[in-house]
């Protein structure tokens, strides 16, 4: 997947999404509970909300169109979110030691409509706080999460962070944002 050039990241030229407010409270209450498993570092739940050809990207500038042609700060499939989890959760990881805590607001949920391949196109802004070596890291941005329909819920096939401050120098990323 990560050299695959024909993953569709693109959020321009959707169809139009007309909810029901069940169907829109579902969606809140999807990301309200990706971002809870992430904060109680349920990594392998969070990671069965994925398809499995999923995959989380964070660009490095503001407004960049491609993980392709430009470096990312992240781009990863689902190997890449394994091993990360894996790291994070190894008792030798002492990077994780004490391990980082985190706490996110997800809220401005809107539904921007559904893309060529059928995925529901969620936008939403965040803030997060994390903890880590006994400093607070105060984080912001937006999330642009494509959700595909299984059931009578839903699974992540991308999601994109876009961090407000992006093109900053940035201490490591350990956990996800």
Not at 47 to 72: F, I, K, N, R
Not at 137 to 162: N, P
Request: aromatic share 10%; hydrophobic share 40%.
């Amino acid at each position: 997947m990560l050299l695959e050039i024909d993953f569709d990241v693109s959020t321009a030229h959707l169809a139009p999404a007309s909810l029901p407010p069940e169907t829109y409270h579902a969606v809140c209450q999807f990301l309200y509970r990706e971002a809870r498993l992430l904060d109680t570092r349920e990594y392998d739940a969070w990671q069965s909300l994925w398809t499995e050809d999923g995959m989380y990207w964070m660009p490095h500038h503001a407004g960049q169109q491609s993980p392709y042609d430009h470096v990312s700060l992240f781009w990863e499939d689902r190997m890449l979110r394994d091993v990360r989890i894996r790291r994070l959760l190894h008792p030798r990881n002492w990077s994780q030691q004490p391990p980082t805590r985190s706490a996110r607001i997800v809220g401005n949920v809107m539904i921007e409509g559904v893309d060529t391949g059928g995925n529901l196109v969620v936008h939403s802004a965040f803030q997060m706080t994390e903890w880590r070596k006994r400093q607070p890291r105060q984080l912001a941005g937006h999330y642009t999460h494509k959700l595909a329909a299984e059931g009578e819920g839903w699974r992540i096939r991308m999601k994109r962070v876009d961090l407000v401050n992006c093109d900053d120098a940035h201490d490591a990323f350990e956990v996800y944002v």
